[in-house]
């Protein structure tokens, strides 16, 4: 019981599933106010769900009450998430309980699952060190798993053009004081030959940089070809 209520708490805690199954849960657990005590059980079950920032309230009391259960970093990672490189060691924490189990191979060098010793759970990482400088996570199941041990890859890493889409969406991109740098030319060359019909617009989109600069570093990328 212990482990299920841990569980839908820190899916909830950390923004993750839907917010009506978890209303539904949370009503038909009759002991869940023994393992919370009653001031944060009522303070849950009285929250107005559709309120965004009372919301928030009770995901931040709530993941303080629940934090002494945890073992791992795991739970506070969200199902899709990221974590900084050399951020306030964030990425040391996170990676200090887990073992990479399975790598994709040079083709693909950024893309490898790593397994918690801990908890259990299965991370399919995307590790961008030219371009976010991110660690990008997705939580995969055992048979998501078993299917990338058989060559089927989820495809939400599996091209530098969708890891910086989901980059785009979850980091900030970087600051580049040299509009001619090399990483930047790297990673547009890389994008131009993974899908030769990329457009300078979505290369900007992608990079965070705009559409006069991306143009210029593809035709400087022509140029060397």
């Not at 841990?6 to 009506?20: C, H, N, P, V």
């Not at 107005?48 to 795991?74: G, P, T, Y």
């Not at 969200?78 to 990479?100: Q, S, V």
């Not at 991370?123 to 998501?144: A, E, K, T």
Request: proline fraction near 2%; include cysteine.
């Amino acid at each position: 019981m212990k482990t299920e209520f841990t569980s839908q708490l820190w899916k909830f805690a950390r923004g993750d599933g839907q917010r009506k199954a978890f209303e539904e849960w949370l009503y038909s657990q009759n002991e869940l106010e023994n393992f919370l005590g009653e001031e944060l059980y009522l303070k849950l079950i009285s929250c107005d769900f559709s309120n965004k920032e009372e919301v928030w309230k009770v995901r931040q009391s709530l993941a303080e009450s629940i934090d002494s259960h945890r073992q791992c970093e795991c739970p506070k990672i969200k199902n899709l998430d990221f974590i900084p490189m050399g951020f306030d060691g964030d990425d040391e924490r996170f990676f200090a309980n887990l073992t990479e189990i399975l790598t994709y191979g040079k083709k693909k060098w950024w893309l490898y699952i790593s397994k918690c010793n801990r908890c259990q759970t299965v991370w399919m990482v995307g590790q961008d060190d030219i371009y976010y400088d991110d660690y990008f996570l997705n939580r995969i199941s055992d048979d998501q798993l078993d299917k990338a041990k058989n060559g089927k890859w989820p495809e939400l890493f599996l091209t530098q053009e969708r890891l910086l889409a989901i980059g785009r969406d979850l980091s900030t991109a970087p600051m580049y004081v040299d509009a001619d740098s090399p990483s930047l030319k790297w990673v547009v060359e890389n994008l131009i030959k993974e899908r030769s019909t990329i457009s300078v617009g979505e290369i900007a989109t992608l990079l965070g940089i705009s559409s006069e600069h991306a143009k210029w570093l593809v035709e400087e990328i022509q140029k060397q070809a």
